[in-house]
């Protein structure tokens, strides 16, 4: 069941329902999920008093379209309220706070293309050299097609409103697809997962039907799941290569302005200045992107009225004439005079949209608004001028394409500007260095990506982040490239293979996205992948045919990023289907009994698994090994799902596991790929177990409640009149079990008003109500006194290895690579800061 966010209601009572609107969701046939009220036990039996059991049929239902009111998770515990949660750190910034954030923007997003200008002219005339002035128009002509299609059309009025709720990228349009289809080859989601608040589905249309057709063929292939997932991880190496590329290509475009300035400069002396740059641009990195930002703001913003005042300044003294390059027939002419060489110019042209894919991939770092107003009242205006000023000087100074950008530069002002270059040449390094951190953050979260150390740098924002491993390796390999590619044409030709191949998975995401979710014409969705993916395809033919002169290298990098990617979710994908495969049985457990076949000391075990339903088979490992378990046991399930943040008011998900006087708990903690996951272990086990406090008290009150309607009533209209909650903050929610508030006075209100008449308890009725009371006290008291013995973190490693009998190829994949990943990746735990004396593992090998 489907259930979208509702606004704070304060007044409380039934009244407010009537405001609720009614939803299109997806509700199961019989409503088996035991998420929701799901009362069978695993061999099918019904549990006496409504005890809820674990049980693994949560997808054995068929589902279907239907308009009803709002749901919520009957085992969701309110962890915390958090007043006036917004839905994205962006929404309801003041007018002040958006030209900050505006202003922010220039440093982060847009210093990539900004700094284009250095190098595109340069590289478009190394493979197409000038011979007259149609050839300079019909080059600009390229160019100002290519500015206007690629980063304005594509990016600015489309790509940037496939946001996942403020979150861009590769990642971002794969976790957009996941939530509307079950496309996730990891097979760990539950029901319960389409019931947070950020899983809103769009409202049936015209287009519904071959949405849902599409969606079907989507869930129904595994092929079609196991190609897009190709697809992202493939345009995602490609993000972090670029991420590579970039810095090489910025930072030596803009020191070799040296050699116009000075004769006596020497291209090794380029390369040494270039390196001690890139030191220093990646050390600062740390500070993060709302400090950084802030001290390259202004610098990016000088940078651009500079690129606009030269480019008029030599439009005045030149040749005014280029203006006619917005006349498309220059292209053509272009291509008529160079033919082949024209063609291979295509990759030295695409660099004029560098950077597009920045402003998508960043998006968690400011508001779409924020990036569209930025561009195209200021970034779009001044490259424009930039490259019609450089035509202009080009039109009566054929020789000077070497270094275009500086020599068109007035000598009065050469020095100012080559200083203002290299510095924004240094910005632009990082507009794909915090993609690139931001792309690997989303991709961890979901299980594509080995988990790495991420510090969050803004206390305010959560999307800025900084990895300390990724940007050390980002920088090595940056280094490698300018000391081993010194020609600024060859590294340019690895950009555009780089940023092609990340643009080309962008527009096929964003086509499933069309057809599945936004639901628009079909003739809209064919002319955008006729269009944009046609493009981008000539432009590839054009940078792939010049491969050979050492760009190849970053391919051989993105393929190398693709596999690592690829082998660790094959080899989590297969760990977790075998410990489900394996999991203990639930009459074992009721065989062994309430002491579970062994002593139950004082205290609380949380035993960390990856499991999100079932008891897990390292737990059997720990009844044999240890001589002695703890009173309660809380299985805790660590669990990322589709979404970019998850509220804390539905982080937990609590369940029985078994009977209640074995007092064995399942939580599964959830959290979007954009929350801080960053709680010091203290602050994890208060908010936990004051969660399951909760849950404790809304178990007993629920009882309770069913007692009574039973007692009185068969009637399932009056049963059903009943299933309401307030909740703490008044709001009214219509339940598919019963339930009551936490607050009591506010659960009195709800039942006088709703069983009034139906529902008037007679003594036995008391007498259950006190029985109901005295247990919930003999439980919470129990839970007190464990947490007082302490509370022992319980880590069983599950490892795996290939069967003998299995192909070579799955051997290499998995007792090699696999198992290096996962040994040197970072530990979930890891963020807890958990102290040693705390913890006790237990390690356990499975045969795939």
């Not at 950020?198 to 599409?214: A, D, I, M, T």
């Not at 953050?441 to 982040?465: D, E, M, N, V, Y």
């Amino acid at each position: 069941m489907v259930e979208e966010g509702l606004n704070n209601n304060n007044n409380g009572g039934l009244a407010s329902m009537d405001s609720i609107e009614s939803r299109w969701v997806f509700q199961d046939e019989y409503d088996s999920d035991m998420d929701s009220a799901d009362h069978a036990t695993a061999d099918g039996s019904t549990p006496p008093n409504g005890l809820e059991l674990d049980s693994d049929d949560d997808d054995a239902s068929v589902r279907k379209l239907i308009r009803t009111g709002p749901r919520i998770d009957s085992f969701d515990v309110d962890a915390l309220e958090v007043p006036g949660l917004q839905r994205n750190d962006y929404d309801d910034v003041s007018t002040g706070r958006s030209i900050l954030l505006a202003f922010q923007t220039l440093g982060v997003v847009f210093g990539d293309v900004g700094t284009s200008p250095l190098y595109t002219f340069s590289v478009m005339f190394s493979k197409a050299p000038v011979n007259g002035n149609e050839d300079v128009l019909g080059a600009l002509s390229l160019v100002l097609y290519t500015l206007i299609l690629i980063p304005l059309v594509k990016y600015v009025l489309i790509v940037l409103w496939a946001d996942d709720d403020g979150e861009g990228g590769t990642f971002a349009l794969y976790s957009l697809l996941c939530r509307h289809a079950k496309v996730n080859l990891l097979p760990n989601q539950l029901p319960s997962d389409a019931r947070i608040s950020g899983f809103r589905l769009k409202v049936p249309s015209p287009e519904l039907e071959r949405s849902l057709k599409l969606k079907e063929r989507l869930e129904a292939s595994l092929t079609l799941k196991k190609l897009l997932l190709m697809l992202v991880l493939a345009g995602t190496a490609m993000v972090i290569a670029d991420g590579v590329v970039t810095p090489a290509m910025s930072v030596m475009s803009a020191v070799g302005g040296l050699r116009v300035g000075d004769s006596g400069i020497k291209q090794d002396q380029v390369v040494i200045i270039s390196v001690a740059f890139l030191v220093i641009l990646f050390s600062v990195q740390k500070y993060g992107t709302s400090k950084v930002g802030l001290f390259v703001g202004p610098a990016l913003f000088i940078w651009f009225c500079s690129l606009g005042g030269i480019g008029i300044y030599n439009l005045i003294k030149y040749d005014s004439r280029v203006w006619k390059a917005f006349n498309p027939v220059h292209i053509y002419y272009y291509f008529k005079r160079n033919s082949t060489k024209a063609w291979y110019s295509l990759g030295g042209c695409l660099l004029c949209a560098t950077g597009s894919e920045a402003m998508f991939a960043d998006l968690c770092y400011f508001s779409v608004r924020s990036v569209q107003l930025t561009f195209v009242f200021l970034v779009l205006p001044c490259l424009l001028l930039g490259y019609l000023g450089q035509a202009a000087y080009l039109m009566e100074n054929h020789a000077d394409t070497t270094q275009a950008f500086f020599s068109s530069v007035p000598s009065g002002a050469f020095w100012p500007v080559f200083l203002i270059a290299n510095v924004a040449a240094l910005i632009a390094s990082r507009a794909m260095t915090t993609a690139t951190f931001s792309c690997i953050k989303q991709s961890t979260a979901l299980g594509c990506f080995p988990r790495l150390k991420i510090i969050h740098t803004s206390r305010k924002f959560t999307g800025q982040i900084y990895i300390p491993v990724m940007n050390w390796f980002l920088l090595a390999l940056s280094l490698a490239m300018v000391c081993s590619i010194s020609n600024i044409y060859e590294i340019g030709n690895a950009y555009g293979i780089a940023e092609l191949g990340v643009m080309m998975m962008t527009t096929i995401l964003v086509t499933i996205v069309m057809l599945l979710i936004w639901q628009i014409n079909i003739i809209i969705v064919l002319s955008f992948v006729v269009i944009f993916l046609g493009l981008e395809l000539v432009f590839f033919s054009s940078v792939l045919w010049s491969g050979g002169d050492g760009s190849w290298i970053i391919l051989v990098f993105a393929v190398v990023l693709f596999f690592i990617m690829y082998i660790w979710n094959y080899g989590s994908k297969l760990k977790y289907e075998t410990e489900v495969k394996q999991k203990m049985s639930m009459d074992l457990l009721r065989e062994l009994g309430p002491n579970l076949g062994t002593i139950r000391a004082p205290g609380i075990g949380l035993l960390y698994n990856e499991l999100a339903k079932g008891i897990p088979a390292i737990f059997g490992h720990f009844l044999t090994t240890l001589p002695a378990v703890h009173s309660m046991i809380i299985f805790v399930c660590i669990k990322y799902v589709p979404v970019p943040s998850v509220p804390q008011n539905e982080r937990f998900l609590f369940r029985r596991v078994c009977p209640r006087s074995y007092h064995i708990f399942r939580c599964i903690a959830r959290y979007g790929y954009k929350d801080v996951h960053k709680e010091n272990h203290q602050a994890f086990e208060q908010l936990l177990i004051e969660s399951l406090e909760k849950f404790i008290r809304r178990d007993a009150q629920e009882r309770s409640l069913e007692s009574d309607g039973n007692g009185e009533s068969d009637s399932e209209e009056e049963h059903a009149f009943s299933r309401v909650l307030v909740a703490p903050n008044g709001s009214v929610y219509s339940l598919g079990v019963p339930l009551l508030a936490d607050f009591k006075d506010t659960g009195k209100a709800v039942m006088e008003e709703s069983t009034s008449e139906e529902l008037k308890p007679g003594p036995s009725s008391e007498s259950l109500l006190s029985d109901a009371e005295q247990s919930f006290d003999k439980e919470l008291s129990f839970l007190r006194k464990a947490k007082e013995s302490g509370v022992v973190y319980l880590l069983g490693h599950g490892n795996i290895r290939a069967k003998k009998s299995s192909w070579f190829i799955k051997k290499l994949f998995i007792n090699y690579f696999y198992a290096f990943l996962r040994k040197n990746c970072r530990k979930e735990i890891a963020s807890l800061s958990v102290p040693h004396t705390h913890l006790m593992q237990v390690g356990m090998t499975y045969m795939v």
